[in-house]
């Protein structure tokens, strides 16, 4: 087999297994990032609920929540946040939309009773 040969099956090949390999890269740091935002919004979620808790109304727990949102994920938009004080539990839903047709639901629930109310 000739020089020539040999370059020309390396590029194929080459170019075989970057058309493969690219795409799972991408997809690795893609699935990544969305678990490392699902971490970061369970956290915060948390914290809402925490200050809900700590006897806060619920509209500046959701405006501390809404700043701390936008100020550490401002890839996509929070489509929905609730915060609630039932009688047994206090309660936080999440959903955060990222791009087309991905959306991230989030729940949060923590006994009245660790809340001191």
């Not at 990544?32 to 809402?48: C, D, I, V, W």
């Not at 619920?58 to 929070?78: N, S, Y």
Request: glycine share 12%.
């Amino acid at each position: 087999m000739s020089f020539k040969n040999q370059l020309g099956a390396t590029m194929v090949e080459s170019a075989i297994i970057l058309a493969v390999l690219l795409p799972a890269v991408g997809f690795g740091l893609l699935l990544a990032t969305s678990a490392g935002l699902k971490t970061l919004a369970n956290h915060l979620l948390y914290e809402g609920v925490i200050c809900l808790a700590e006897g806060e109304t619920v509209f500046v727990c959701k405006k501390k929540l809404h700043r701390q949102l936008k100020k550490i994920m401002p890839i996509g938009e929070c489509q929905r946040v609730r915060l609630t004080s039932g009688p047994y539990h206090l309660r936080g839903d999440l959903v955060w939309k990222i791009g087309v047709g991905i959306k991230m639901h989030i729940h949060h629930q923590i006994p009245k009773r660790l809340g001191g109310r």
